[in-house]
């Protein structure tokens, strides 16, 4: 039967093991003005095991921390990036880069890694991760999309999904939300059916003027179980602290 084990080390930085092979999603492992974590780093870089593949999402720092990550020795790492953001990669040594488009797959052994649509403030994509039969999607930073309707579509069976929920706006431009948000995180829910979500996204803070004057946020994990029991019953959602592993079957 498969089995993935995960472990959330912050914001949407997560460590998928699947059968051996690790993958880690949005590296960010530091921290600047304008942008902290407001939860504890689950793991360090130099404590990452041996990693397969690395994906992310998009460009934006807290999802793509290469000025921390060049730390990570292993330089021939195969990263999977949204199309377009590669060369920052690259300038960090990592030497095999390769950019996904949505709807583009690659292999990582016999792992598939499939770019699925997203929209954000700039161009982003999700995942699906597959092995087998064991499936799960990788939301990202997304607001809540119409082409969310092609995934469950092209994925019937979702084992395990990790879905933002923070519902990020912008308020000086016109209260312009860039996330989606728990409720929309729980319609999510019933559109992918997933067998458990994990929500990710919520504990970012911008600081206090930031949230004050710039940003303002309109979900939490807890709001998000509520909304995934009222629109998708039969997603178990499964809270987890950033260094706390979660293991599950599918198949």
């Not at 290469?66 to 990592?94: C, L, N, Q, W």
Request: hydrophobic share 45%; glycine share 8%.
């Amino acid at each position: 039967m498969e089995s993935v084990r995960v472990v959330r080390i912050g914001h949407a930085c997560i460590l998928i093991n699947i059968e051996g092979k690790n993958i880690l999603t949005d590296p960010w492992f530091s921290e600047k003005i304008g942008y902290y974590r407001k939860e504890p780093l689950g793991m360090h870089i130099k404590d990452l095991p041996h990693l397969d593949a690395v994906i992310v999402s998009h460009g934006h720092y807290d999802h793509y921390d290469m000025d921390a990550f060049k730390e990570y020795a292993d330089k021939s790492v195969p990263f999977f990036v949204r199309k377009g953001i590669g060369a920052v990669a690259t300038a960090a040594g990592f030497v095999n880069v390769t950019e996904l488009d949505h709807w583009q797959e690659v292999y990582v052994g016999d792992i598939k890694i499939i770019a699925t649509p997203a929209k954000h403030m700039i161009p982003e994509n999700t995942y699906i991760i597959q092995h087998n039969d064991f499936t799960l999607f990788f939301g990202a930073d997304s607001l809540f999309i119409p082409e969310f309707v092609q995934v469950a579509k092209k994925f019937p069976r979702i084992d395990l999904a990790f879905l933002p929920v923070n519902g990020l706006t912008i308020r000086p431009l016109l209260n312009k939300q860039v996330v989606m948000t728990a409720q929309e995180a729980g319609k999510l829910c019933a559109i992918l059916k997933p067998k458990i979500a994990i929500p990710i996204h919520y504990a970012f803070t911008g600081g206090k003027l930031r949230d004050l004057f710039l940003l303002k946020y309109r979900g939490t994990a807890q709001e998000f179980v509520q909304a995934a029991r009222n629109y998708a019953p039969q997603t178990m959602v499964k809270i987890l602290p950033t260094g706390q592993a979660f293991e599950m079957s599918g198949g």
